[in-house]
């Protein structure tokens, strides 16, 4: 396994299918916009979906005033993306706007299915089975990705660490002092990207942290594993970890090529690219 002492995976879109697992909250959260901005949605929402795909750089999550992670990221901030262009573009205004879409974030969220990728149940047991650490490390909370886990069910799983809540959208400082993160620059640039990626998102790296102190590992033999290279894999890497990108239909080819241009990195379409990866059986 070349030296990897420690796996940190991402959860929603790695394991999953995000894109179907979020038909319901779609449909819903068009319904919900629909008795905003009347019978027109169709036609606005369209209409907006082509402003963020003729320019993808311009749009996204936004924190704090800049882009954290891309619109494409997953259906959710998709949704709510286009759902800011619509409403801003019917005259509702700013804070209007935030209600309105953090109401509809909340009632159709709990609507989302739970789809499996085909391949996540065998890629589980062959991790858990390397006999090296696996951990999750996700922004849901950690009891709903526990439940879902359960629902999987891979031999093994009570060895998987799960790690909610680990905000990796949040541009902070680290809790305490750290050379480590201090090296970190502010921001870097990605080949085909514009916009600039931030790198120091101390909330995610204190999540890290616990477990190369817990682990023993360290970045260097750490593989980390996600599906948006900006949010799961951008610091990481920078940080000197392997990352593998488990790229969805809609993924960029900048991030793919980000994840490649990474010392020791690698991108696959399914999950199971990883065990290649990390050449283990699958
Ligand atoms: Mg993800």
């Not at 311009?58 to 759902?83: K, L, M, Q």
């Not at 065998?122 to 999750?136: K, Q, T």
């Amino acid at each position: 396994m070349n030296n990897i002492e420690c796996i940190v995976l991402d959860f929603d879109g790695t394991f999953t299918l995000v894109d179907e697992e979020a038909v319901p909250f779609v449909d819903a959260f068009r319904q919900g916009l629909a008795l905003e901005v009347g019978s027109d949605l169709d036609a606005y929402w369209d209409a907006a979906a082509r402003v963020i795909s003729a320019s993808p750089d311009r749009f996204g999550w936004e924190y704090d005033g800049v882009i954290v992670a891309p619109s494409h990221a997953d259906p959710y901030i998709r949704c709510t993306t286009i759902g800011q262009i619509v409403l801003e573009r019917a005259g509702i205004a700013a804070q209007r706007r935030t209600e309105i879409l953090q109401g509809l974030y909340r009632t159709c969220y709990p609507l989302s299915r739970t789809v499996f990728r085909p391949d996540a149940k065998m890629v589980v047991e062959a991790l858990v089975g390397s006999g090296v650490p696996v951990h999750v490390v996700t922004n849901s909370a950690t009891a709903h990705v526990q439940a879902k886990i359960d629902v999987l069910d891979p031999a093994g799983k009570a060895s998987l660490q799960v790690r909610g809540d680990a905000k990796k959208f949040v541009l902070q400082e680290p809790d305490r002092k750290d050379p480590v993160f201090d090296a970190l620059p502010a921001r870097t640039a990605l080949a085909g990207l514009s916009r600039p990626v931030w790198l120091r998102r101390g909330f995610y790296y204190q999540a890290l942290r616990k477990i190369w102190e817990e682990t023993g590992a360290s970045p260097e033999t750490t593989v980390v594993c996600g599906d948006i290279f900006e949010l799961d894999l951008a610091m990481p890497g920078k940080l000197g970890a392997r990352v593998h990108l488990v790229a969805r239909p809609e993924t960029p080819d900048y991030e793919r090529q980000a994840a490649r241009s990474v010392p020791g990195g690698s991108t696959s379409t399914e999950l199971g690219g990883l065990l290649l990866h990390l050449d283990l059986p699958g």
